[in-house]
């Protein structure tokens, strides 16, 4: 028998890397398509040459095609930091409208399950504390968050569309703020920006007083979450992340700590509409499919670092060279 065939669209970004990794060690072949607009080939460079591994250059928000059979399409295609969804609005709107109809379309073609990556952000600067997935949300749509927000929420209408008229076998994962290997340096979230400042022994940048909260997820947990939701047959939305909360200021002195520096902190303003609390209500993903993180902050810290120092070791490197 044949290996089951999965579509990880955003493949070569943060998230999506790490997923092609696991479901091919899982026995999946993979096809993994990316525009690049984030994200970036050296994530899944490893990959490349594995048996039933393929890479596709493609636009999600232009029609798809995939020949042969698809058992399962992953949707992760979006620029996901407030960054670079600032920085390139109308296509994170287009990826999560568009891009979602034409993932879903081929689902249904395909006869495939499909899964949408969701996020913490469509509950906006939440008014409930900790976030359960039956809170609608605080989303102010014509702000500079709202393009990510609101195009996240049409994208889990169109999934649950699909799912109720066309009876397609759906998932929708909420995914509170990650971390890992693979992110990009400058893709200005607050844990790229914090290691690679305290490894140049640079000021720690913290947005506004840092007394906002949130609650951060080693990718490691993430991905398996995924597969555990795949594998249940829950259709409504599913908050996946680690309910451990801290201040931005915590976050910055554990940074500090895991790394060894002595970077001083500075404090800029803060960016407009940026949640004032985050922490994930997982009892339903305890519940329904038994899952819950297992590495806490100081153990993620350790396994992410190293795959920073690299990469600014490399990068301020080039840019020597270049002067
Ligand atoms: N943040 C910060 N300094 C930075 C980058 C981010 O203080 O250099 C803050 C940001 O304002 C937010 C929190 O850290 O309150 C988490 O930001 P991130 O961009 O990682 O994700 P968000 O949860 O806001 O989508």
């Known amino acids: 028998m044949s290996n089951p065939r999965v579509l990880i669209t955003g493949g070569a970004g ?3 890397s790490h997923l092609a990794a696991y479901f091919l060690d899982k026995g999946n072949d993979v096809i993994v398509m990316d525009n690049l607009l984030t994200g970036d080939v050296s994530n899944i460079s490893h990959l490349f040459g594995k048996p039933g591994f393929e890479f596709v250059t493609h636009d999600v928000t232009g029609f798809v095609h995939v020949s042969g059979r698809l058992d399962t399409i992953l949707h992760f295609a979006s620029p996901a930091s407030p960054i670079d969804y600032q920085e390139f609005p109308i296509q994170t709107l287009k990826v999560g409208s568009l891009g979602t109809h034409k993932a879903l379309g081929l689902a249904r073609e395909k006869n495939a399950k499909f899964l949408l990556a969701s996020t913490s952000e ?14 609608w949300g605080n989303v102010n749509p ?8 609101e195009a996240k929420r049409f994208a889990e209408a169109m999934t649950l ?14 995914i509170f703020n990650t971390y890992g290997s693979n992110m990009r340096l400058n893709d200005g979230r607050a844990l ?7 490894l140049r022994g640079e000021p720690l940048t913290i947005y506004g007083d840092g007394m906002q909260t949130r609650s951060f997820c080693h990718v490691s947990d993430l991905v398996e979450g995924i597969w555990c939701l795949l594998q249940s047959d829950e259709t409504g939305p599913v908050n996946l992340g680690n309910p ?11 940074v500090l700590i895991a790394t060894g520096s002595e970077s001083a902190i500075t404090f800029e303003d803060l960016p407009e509409d940026d949640p004032k609390v985050r922490q994930p209500d997982i009892t339903r993903a305890r519940e329904l499919l038994g899952w819950q993180p297992k590495i806490e902050l100081t153990e993620g810290l350790a396994l992410t670092i190293p795959y920073f120092r690299d990469k600014v070791e490399k990068t ?8």
Request: glycine share 6%; charged share 25%; aromatic share 12%.
């Open 14 to 16: 943060f998230i999506g």
């Open 122 to 135: 469509v509950y906006g600067d939440p008014l409930i504390h900790p976030q359960p997935e039956s809170y």
């Open 192 to 198: 790229p920006n914090f290691i690679c400042q305290a």
């Open 244 to 254: 451990t909360e801290m201040t931005i200021r915590e976050f910055a002195q554990q």
């Open 142 to 149: 014509v702000g500079l968050r709202g393009v990510y927000d």
């Open 161 to 174: 569309a699909y799912h109720r008229r066309h009876q397609l076998d759906t998932r929708i994962v909420r």
């Open 316 to 323: 301020d490197r080039e840019v020597a060279i270049e002067f």
